[in-house]
């Protein structure tokens, strides 16, 4: 895994720009300008990593490059991770990165949100909250920890769940089901996922799971043999299915100048 990691984070070209959307250093978000013709829309990407400090947003790398290269504005947040502040700061960052984003100049609306393993999560929960859904055109979840509450009863990953928000479900029921998007409804906008069936990472039943609970505007595609990195990794054939699924959840299909 570490190979992969090294290979996803390493960049081609640099970013355009670095905005800091706080005074923390993990509050910050990275510019990629499109390749010309440019969409006029700009993609949000939250990074996986289990909610946890060893992963920031640098594995994104590879993946933000190729959505720039077609055609996308990108940004790519980062944010405190759990061990750092818990949920309650790693929610606070994402929301004040997603409405730093909205409300950038040089980026345009209507914005995609792309999420990643923990980062499924949290675009999943994000398209909920009224920092990003005025300018929210879809959000597509690639491989994510959909669902809290099953990502907690399989320990994955030395229950990051548990550790991400501090506290039991029995304990804090109510503090579970605000951090959990299969416990928030319907989305408000097209949810399209994405899951390897041979993912031994986050299993495909997560994303399943977060389906028969939510309803509305949803869809997985399940790709066989596919594993958990495939989705973000622009050498692989599953990341074609990622720009299929991104071009059917943008709102202006083809290019503008």
Do not use: K
Not at 2 to 26: E, I, K, M
Not at 69 to 79: K, L
Not at 136 to 164: E, I, K, N, Q
Not at 195 to 201: K, L, Q, S, T, V
């Amino acid at each position: 895994m570490t190979s992969v990691l090294t290979r996803l984070a390493t960049a081609t070209t640099p970013v355009d720009r670095t905005t800091a959307y706080g005074s923390h250093p993990d509050q910050v978000y990275d510019v990629r300008a499109p390749s010309w013709p440019a969409r006029g829309v700009t993609a949000l990407v939250v990074h996986g990593g289990f909610w946890r400090p060893a992963y920031d947003r640098a594995h994104a790398t590879g993946q933000s490059e190729a959505l720039a290269a077609n055609g996308f504005h990108v940004a790519t947040i980062e944010y405190r991770r759990a061990a750092e502040g818990g949920w309650p700061d790693l929610r606070d960052d994402v929301t004040a990165a997603a409405a730093a984003v909205v409300a950038d100049e040089g980026l345009p609306d209507p914005v995609v949100l792309v999420g990643h393993s923990a980062g499924g999560h949290l675009v999943l929960w994000l398209q909920h909250h009224p920092a990003v859904r005025p300018a929210l055109a879809g959000t597509v979840a690639l491989a994510p920890c959909a669902d809290l509450h099953l990502v907690h009863r399989l320990g994955l990953d030395g229950d990051a769940a548990l550790a991400l928000l501090g506290v039991a479900p029995e304990d804090d029921p109510q503090a579970w089901d605000a951090a959990d998007p299969a416990r928030l409804g319907a989305p408000p906008r097209p949810v399209r996922i994405l899951h390897g069936e041979a993912d031994d990472r986050v299993p495909l039943e997560v994303s399943t799971s977060y389906l028969e609970e939510v309803g509305g505007d949803t869809a997985l595609g399940m790709l066989p043999g596919v594993d958990h990195f495939a989705l973000i990794d622009p050498t692989s054939a599953a990341f074609t299915r990622v720009g299929e699924v991104l071009d059917a959840v943008s709102p202006r299909l083809g290019f503008s100048s």
